[in-house]
Each structure stands twice: as structure tokens, then as C-alpha cells.
Nanobody
Framework: VQLVESGGGSVQDGGSLRLSCAAS????????YTWFRQAPGKEREGVAT????????YYANSVKGRFTISRDNAKNTVYLQMNSLKPEDTAMYYC?????????????????WGQGTQVTVS
């Protein structure tokens, strides 16, 4: 599965962005579509996940109430709507997918990764 992110950019404090992650195929069984982020000098962290079988969503505490993850089945695309952005949200954002069950925020267990898209909040 190839994942292609788009939608990153620079925005002012309090602004909004929407990231998109387009998957190349539905031929593989995917359980989680997740957005991760990594800021310079920090570990990669899970931001939000879409659990495909049930449509459940989970978020990191730092983004709850501000970010929303969703999926368009027809387009095979996952979105991350980011509102009320803060400078601490500045990072490279990655879309990832996995075909196994487990802790959604454990990045080592993801099979597929996008190339990343930069989000800068100033």
C-alpha cells in the first residue's frame, strides 16, 4: 500500500489545516490508519487513528478537541482536520497504516508509511 500525504503548510497560531492521506489500493486488509508526527529532536508520536473495522477514532491527549480524523471510503483517503493550531503542533506529519491489531500509537508495528508533510505553526 502506498500512502501519499498532502495538505501541510505554514499557518499562524490558532489557524487550521487539513491533511489528506490517499491510499493506493484497497487490496490489503488495513485495520488502522494513523497520523503520527515528529518534531525536531523529539520522538515520533501518535496523533490520531481511524480504526477501520468499526470506524472508531482515538486521539492523543494533546490534540483532543482540536483535531478530527476521518475517512472517505469512496476516495480511500484519510483526513486530519487540525483546528486551533499551536506552535507546539509544528512537526512533520506522517500517515501510516497497519494490518495487525495492537496499540494504535505504537509506530514500530505499522507496515506502511507515507513520505510526510510538514506543518509549521508560528
Amino acid at each position: 500500500v502506498q500512502l501519499v500525504e498532502s495538505g501541510g503548510g505554514s499557518v499562524q497560531d490558532g489557524g487550521s489545516l487539513r491533511l489528506s492521506c490517499a491510499a493506493s489500493t484497497t487490496a490489503y486488509v488495513i485495520y488502522y490508519y494513523t497520523w503520527f508526527r515528529q518534531a525536531p529532536g523529539k520522538e515520533r508520536e501518535g496523533v490520531a487513528t481511524f480504526y477501520k473495522p468499526g470506524g472508531d477514532t482515538y486521539y492523543a491527549n494533546s490534540v483532543k478537541g482540536r483535531f478530527t480524523i476521518s475517512r472517505d471510503n469512496a476516495k480511500n483517503t484519510v483526513y486530519l482536520q487540525m483546528n486551533s493550531l499551536k506552535p507546539e503542533d509544528t512537526a512533520m506529519y506522517y500517515c501510516a497504516a497497519r494490518s495487525t491489531f495492537g496499540l494504535w500509537y505504537r509506530d514500530s508495528e505499522y507496515n506502511y508509511w507515507g513520505q510526510g508533510t510538514q506543518v509549521t505553526v508560528s
